[in-house]
């Protein structure tokens, strides 16, 4: 089971936006409605930020927003904001034998 | 509220086996639709899915590494175990338990960071 391909990094000034894409196949991200994002600051634990593509938990801003078209999701922020500094990690369900896929992470710099 | 909390060695020896508790509160393990999954991170790499174990005991595991590990659950002790067999010094990185009803891993414990070192 391959990692999904997020690009590395990605940049934006406070109170701009940016998308990160997340590009797997028909197995995982293309086959289910059920991609992840994740938040993860230096030394903590991840933290949910969008599930079943575009769903928000109780708690997380409505600056964070996901879609999916075929095998790739995206992560958009807007107004970016200080605290919004820090790696994001897709994930797709991959069916009953591989169940999870986690993409290569994203480090998200707000200049 | 929902927590986990992970325990184990912090060191082990390369070739030896690892066991890890995730001991969690908030839910229970009998409940339809509820597992507790385990994942880990390398230091300064990405996140990797390990195991998960559902509420009726269907087991799931990583396709690369399934032939070293074994996932159970004591829903008594609101506990659920992981153990790694035949360590090495690439399987260093901070293994982390969740939550996760079916459709998303909803909530991580700390992590501990787990060194393969002789």
């Known amino acids: 089971q391959s990692a999904l391909t997020q690009p590395p990094s990605a940049s934006g000034s406070p109170g701009q936006s940016v998308t990160i894409s997340c590009t797997g196949t028909s197995s995982d991200v293309g086959g289910y409605n059920y991609v992840s994002w994740y938040q993860q600051h230096p030394g903590k634990a991840p933290k949910l930020m969008i599930y079943e593509v575009s769903k928000r938990p109780s708690g997380v801003p409505d600056r964070f927003s996901g879609s999916k078209s075929g095998n790739t999701a995206s992560l958009t922020v807007s107004g970016l904001q200080a605290e919004d500094e820090a790696d994001y990690y897709c994930?797709?369900?991959?069916?009953?034998?591989?169940?999870?896929?986690f993409g290569t992470g994203t480090k998200v710099t707000v200049l | 509220q929902i927590t986990l909390k992970e325990s184990g060695p912090t060191l082990v020896k390369p070739t030896q086996t690892l066991t890890l508790t995730c001991t969690f509160s908030g839910f229970s393990l009998s409940t339809s639709g509820v597992g507790v999954g385990w994942i880990r991170q390398p230091p300064g790499k990405a996140l990797e899915w390990l195991a998960l174990i559902y509420w009726d005991d269907d087991k799931r595991y990583s396709p690369s590494l399934k032939s070293r590990l074994t996932i159970t659950k004591d829903t008594s002790k609101n506990q659920v175990v992981l153990t790694m067999t035949n360590m090495d010094p690439v399987d260093t990185a901070t293994y982390y338990c969740?939550?996760?009803?079916?459709?998303?891993?909803?909530?991580w414990g700390q992590g501990t960071l787990v060194t393969v070192s002789s």
């Open positions: 969740a939550h996760i009803p079916i459709t998303m891993i909803q909530y």
């Open positions: 994930s797709s369900y991959a069916g009953s034998n591989n169940n999870y896929v």
